[in-house]
């Protein structure tokens, strides 16, 4: 059965809020990544890691899935033709209506899940806010972030090498829709800043946060080494990932937000 | 080739632009359709059709396709389960934001193709505003505004028939993607207003405007007549919808805004 | 007895309520109407039709006229001299604080009349987020869409001819204060676009909108056929009008909110 | 000739710019006065000062009188029927557009002339906002503010006899429209604040400023004492007042905003 | 025992919230001040005032003292290097929210004791607002508003010798923090406006209203004489004032809202 | 000489300016903390450690310190008495107006201290915004960040010993001002989730984020272990994140915006 909330019926939908589902809202971006792939990449990837994983975890647990916001905070990359960016106070009401409506119906387990690095701190900071601004409670992480260690282990690149449109999501793409990367465009990118204090890789935290426009430090819009990516590296690192999105899916179905002293 | 703006690159989109595309946006929503639809009907439906139509007039102009807006401006349905609405302010900032990055870009030719009549209104209004406050233009209709005269002839429905989870949209569903309708839940739910100030009919104006909760009107979220629909009569109709919207498309092309005294 | 709210005191505002009176909120302009007609005109127009029709009605119904609120929504007029527009969310707001005054003091039919094509989607859209933010309900409608078909009937002018400053407008002006008319400058200046989608004539819709600065399509800030105006034709078709809006008033006065069924 | 700015048409308004004409923008509200005064009676006041004081001026300065905007900020009278008020920001948001729009066409002598206690800070705090964020210029002041002298003298009251529906505005009401003063509910209904550090009259300032709902301090919604009102003494306060604002307008329009040493 | 509510854990602040405590929250600027006195003057001197007085008073009855707010209202200083400003709607909507967090722990007595000329108006506006938005209830007032007379007699200077930088802050600044007066660049830049209708002196009331930027009546940022201040006068008028807050603080703590007839 | 920006002149600001100077602002939070620290314990901690930070660069490069901005976001703790907290959006905005104020005067160098976990994500949010909005970079860190290495090997708590009014805030708090700890409500609160996806450790990251109110968690607003806090031990710790920080600032001062391939 469908785990995709906009091919249920309201009254499909009342069954599955009374079942106590997960909603699980990816959120994706439209933004450049680079000569060699497409402006969805973000909306993509997000997209299928919340599908397959919804999928999987609504073997034991009931799972809704929202359609994927595109729309996303990507002003970093409007240099680059073709990215569409919503500003930062829009970005973050969209994301806090929409969960405001799921709320509203009776949701309980709202899991915003990111597809886009830019889009992090907005969306903790609505989470914050609707928390208490309009009683809403939501978990937010984004799909890597379940699965650093594992990233660490699969990665061939040095720092700098998983940022944007780099090993991570080049292998990503070419494992879930491959005829959208253009291998002759692709070639290592990797950017990591000089200053100790900075970081430029997705899975490396940095001491200090400061904020490049991709155009000034790469022509072609890529931060990253997407030239060891393949099929095969991709497949298995989108099937780790799905995994432990899963699993945090059927764990979070399993709390109770009354009894904080148990999650 | 693709008309998804989304799979091209940056550097795509920059040779679309230097070729003057039409940059389609369809708009639609994430609302209620009765119990013999899903949630995400109207996000369906003008998808279908401006991804037809768009392809179709790629024959003969450049066209870029954005992906579909599913946050649409639903409050009267809120209601009912599942159905998720932006507030008014919200869904227009978007909409505007959206058009400002394409046309930031060098998009000169916009179209807002809508799939929900809520949304009409703000829709215009946002339109209006863009064109003075930012100096960007759009073209705004629903897909169903081109084609009323076809409509009419082809409906088999009383006035009150085309309204939601109704004749079209069931027919067109059962066309684009019939396995979502469940047949066994249809049947006539046809309303129409007394008063002879106002319409119940997405093709028939009215010369007053209210605004009706949706489960004021119908227990089950219908407003229509799906009970004749079928898929050779939405084939039928969907495939005069897309011709149409494909020739506006066309002749949208051919506009030079600086010219208004040719358009 | 007077009709105008303004001339009561709060006690007898009180007893209007109490009998459940209409509320009739005029919307007018403050835009340029070429070099034949003042900046007022829609002002004074949705002024005098509000007035002359509140006051017909209330011969069998209770009705309140509001003050007709001036500050309209008219960026496309700016180019011309002495218009004054607010921005879109500015006038939506002032509309929504205004009907949410009159809604907390117990008016239950709120009618908001509307003088200027430019106010009416977004007039339209926020009556629709009034009814579900505020659960304030209102009634909309241009003083002209409740005799569309009298029009027809009326005009001597081709398509085009009724937009702005045009055939109707002038003529009514110089039914209810002829002495600000400039004869000397009424020229036809009948504009309709090229394109079968659009439409320049109030009274004919079209199936795709799209904003002009009237600048772009008029040197004088003319779009329409005035030169058959007379005071003659003014006054019938203000009597139709007038004649019209009190019928609807007297009818929108029965309905019951609680009864959608019955409306 | 006029000087009402609607009455013109937009070449006429470019004439009065060219010719360097003071814009005066009466700011009222509509709120409760009493049993014995009208809704409107802010409105009311305002308007006709204004507009004797622009015509008075005119005949030495080019002047030009927009209507009055009758959407004020009146929360503290929303306890009494009738009353309609806009929130702050919307309030002083709507002045900021209306002058913005005046000064875009180059009007540069905006006079705010106020009609109601209530609006006064909120025009200060915006016409200061102006100057910088829009780089706007205006010149703000209540109708009293000209007079404070004279109404010392005028006045038979006790301090808090003149604040709201009292003494002046009754007799200035008196005068100018008596038919709406209802003498027989007029009664002395003079409140002053026990404490030392507030006033409760407008003519008389205090060190701390708190804010009152009316209904707090009065059943009837009045402050002041209208006892000793007559058309004569309020003709004898209305024709000072407008010598005074005509005074203010000849004077102001000899400013030169360059020369501020010369102010 | 301390007055600052900031020293206070959470336990102490209810103690103080169950007496009653007033909460003097002092809201200063930072800005300009001539090439005599630093940029945090506003902010320095309020703090002073506000500290000293609220010592003073809490022998008397109880009072908690918030930090300054330091972010004013000062787009006229912009002019002139290292002047911070709010705009006006974000320096009220931080007034609004630190008092309504106030108010929402239980405070009722809540005085914003003011420090800047320029945040006064806006101060009364969002007085008003919370009053019946919030239903959160303020008094506000400038220090100096406390002490006028006492100014008066003390003052040496001419009409615009108290102003900004003038006589009044630099005689209070020698007094409570004399190392940051550089009296080598202390002279009269007295300022008054040749316009009768006018004010350039805190303590003189205006006809009209209008906005200076600082820079364009000083090249120096200072308006008033500070030439005769000393320390000792310094001191004095800082006595002055602080008793006279002081004696408003105790006033205060015996107001009962619900008993306006007693305040 | 000082390094407070507020102690200094306009035209000495205008000299540090020229220099090139880093401009530290630090922003904390008014928050209770425990039973056994005050609700300034933010707003105090990060401003002891940027005015020792400041000082200590200063010696090496031009540095100037902005007041600490005390209105922060924290909603989580409104449950407990006397805590202040603003909105989101509110706190965001304040942070920008302050942050263009600054580089309008030219400052190029401005760093965000945050003293204050709740205030991060909405600093990095808002931080990246104004990159694009408004062209204006900044640095944002929290005092921590610059030290978490050390402060893992100086802590003695088990995971979830610092966090709120822990084993950190408290031995800073008893260095730079001793006196407002109270020792004798000091116990081990120490909390962490039970779920391995989140943290309870501001030192420590958690794949996914969820906002708690500390009321939920802790019966006395503490999270975290103060029990082995000391004076000295808080000196060692202070002294550490002063010498990163100050390090931090000198380094910052020799980046070079233009050429990002250099920090």
């Known amino acids: 059965m469908t785990v995709k909330l906009g091919e249920l019926t309201w009254q499909e939908a009342e069954e599955r809020i009374a079942a106590g589902a997960v909603a699980v809202v990816p959120v994706g971006a439209f933004e450049q990544h680079g000569k060699h792939m497409p402006l969805d990449t973000d909306w993509r990837l997000v997209s299928h ?20 916001i595109w729309t996303g905070f990507s002003p970093h990359h409007m240099q680059f033709k073709g990215t569409v960016s919503l500003s930062l106070s829009t970005f973050q009401t969209v994301i806090q209506e929409v ?6 119906h009776g949701f309980r387990k709202i899991l915003l899940l ?42 061939k690149s040095a720092p700098g090498g998983i940022d944007h449109a780099c090993e991570m999501e080049t292998a990503l793409m070419m494992h879930v829709d491959g005829r959208l990367v253009k291998r002759e465009h692709i070639k290592n990118a990797l950017w ?48 780790i990932i799905v995994d432990r999105v899963a699993a945090f899916i059927e764990h979070f179905f399993g709390w109770d937000w009354s009894r904080p002293d148990q999650i």
């Not at 969960?99 to 509203?104: A, G, V």
């Not at 940095?206 to 997407?226: K, R």
Request: hydrophobic fraction near 45%.
């Open 99 to 104: 969960c405001r409506s799921l709320w509203t």
């Open 114 to 155: 990111n597809g886009h690095g830019g889009n992090m701190a907005p969306l903790r900071s609505i989470a914050a806010e609707m928390r208490f601004a309009d009683q809403v409670r939501v978990a937010v992480a984004s799909y890597w972030d379940f699965a650093v260690p594992d990233i660490q282990s699969w990665r």
């Open 49 to 68: 890691v919340a599908e397959a994983a919804a999928m999987k975890a609504s073997a034991k647990v009931p799972v809704v899935l929202l359609p994927t």
């Open 192 to 239: 990591f800043p000089k200053s100790g204090y900075l970081s430029g890789d997705l899975t490396i935290g940095g001491q200090v946060t400061i904020s490049f426009d991709l155009a000034e430090i790469s022509d072609e819009g890529v931060a990253g080494d997407p030239s060891t990516a393949t099929p095969e590296r991709g497949e298995q690192l989108f099937n």
